[in-house]
């Protein structure tokens, strides 16, 4: 199956090594760049692909608000987020907004690309210092005792960060994939949440998955 991407970043140098690193490639089709979040919403509405790899600071309207968008009006594509800038005020928001991962810009390009198809497939993909930028933000309050997460759930969770798939959480932990996912469920609703990249931030945030 062919993963369809589209390119938004403001400098055309970027969308070229970008379109360079996955048109060699025949899993991958290249459908369309656009040069900020505006035009990235429009063309990625119109031209239906998989996976958005998202700049974040461009003129105009930016990731943040384009991938609000995109998950109010094409919540089946993922979005990838791939920038230079890894401080909080870049990540938390960008998570927030429903970003499936957070990639940066020096990235090795196998990295990149295995990046790629865990977002299609829905996994977190969170790079390291991306990770510890949200272990070290405490930003929400500790959960109170009734919202603490279950042994089971907590297992469940961990997994989610290591970038399993529901399928391989299934067989690690000898359930079934619809009890995972009805664990998945349960925990995003103690956290807050609704996707699992933002989970895991929420996790990180609470301490939920160690230092």
Do not use: W
Not at 126 to 141: D, F, I
């Amino acid at each position: 199956m062919t993963i369809r991407l589209l390119i938004v970043d403001d400098h055309p140098i970027v969308r070229d090594g970008l379109r360079g690193v996955f048109e060699g490639d025949p899993d991958f089709e290249v459908v369309g760049e656009a040069a900020d979040g505006a035009q990235g919403v429009e063309r990625a509405l119109a031209l239906a692909p998989d996976v958005v790899l998202m700049d974040l600071r461009m003129p105009g309207t930016g990731g943040v608000e384009a991938i609000r968008r995109l998950r109010e009006r094409a919540p089946q594509v993922r979005v990838l987020v791939l920038t230079t800038y890894d401080s909080d005020a870049d990540v938390l928001p960008a998570v927030e907004a429903g970003a499936t991962g957070y990639l940066l810009k020096d990235a090795p390009r196998d990295e990149l690309v295995r990046a790629v198809r865990a977002a299609h497939q829905g996994q977190a993909v969170l790079a390291p210092t991306v990770a510890q930028k949200l272990l070290g933000h405490v930003r929400a309050p500790a959960p109170a005792p009734c919202e603490l997460l279950t042994d089971r759930e907590l297992e469940v969770l961990r997994l989610v960060a290591a970038g399993t798939t529901n399928r391989e959480a299934a067989r690690q932990l000898f359930i079934s994939e619809a009890t995972v996912k009805t664990h998945l469920l349960h925990l995003y609703g103690k956290l807050g949440v609704r996707e699992r990249a933002a989970a895991v931030a929420a996790a990180y945030e609470r301490g939920l998955l160690g230092g």
